[in-house]
């Protein structure tokens, strides 16, 4: 899956390493990987295309040196702004589209999805042998 809208495609394992970053929420791609339900090699792939697109930077943590902290650039902190604007726009489109009861609904399922992955009780599906990934 891939989102445009910023100069350019981003996948959406890197949407949520800029969302958690941006928002944030974490700083280690081991954190961003355990709440998105995403593998720590996808969360990797995508943390070393937005270095490479110079929208994150990684500096060892002073008190732990095995981990990277990872922290928006400039230009990254614009690029997730311009995301995050058009993820509001895209909202309120969507509550003007869908009667609010249906949307409220749909909010609280996706709500208690969203917990289940961050507890661990839910994680993204594998591809199965033969299948490609995604």
Do not use: N
């Amino acid at each position: 899956m891939r989102f445009s809208g910023v100069g350019e495609d981003i996948s959406w394992a890197e949407w949520q390493v800029l969302w958690s970053l941006g928002e944030r929420i974490h700083k280690t791609a081991k954190a961003i990987s355990g709440h998105s339900g995403l593998t720590k090699t996808k969360i990797s792939r995508a943390v070393k295309a937005l270095e490479d697109r110079r929208w994150l930077e990684r500096c060892r943590d002073h008190d732990d040196r095995r981990f990277e902290l990872l922290a928006l650039t400039a230009p990254g902190m614009e690029g997730y702004a311009m995301l995050k604007r058009r993820a509001t726009d895209y909202q309120r489109w969507l509550e003007g589209a869908i009667d609010l009861p249906y949307l409220r609904s749909l909010a609280d399922g996706l709500s208690g999805v969203e917990m289940m992955i961050a507890s661990g009780q839910f994680t993204a599906p594998q591809p199965s042998m033969g299948e490609p990934a995604a």
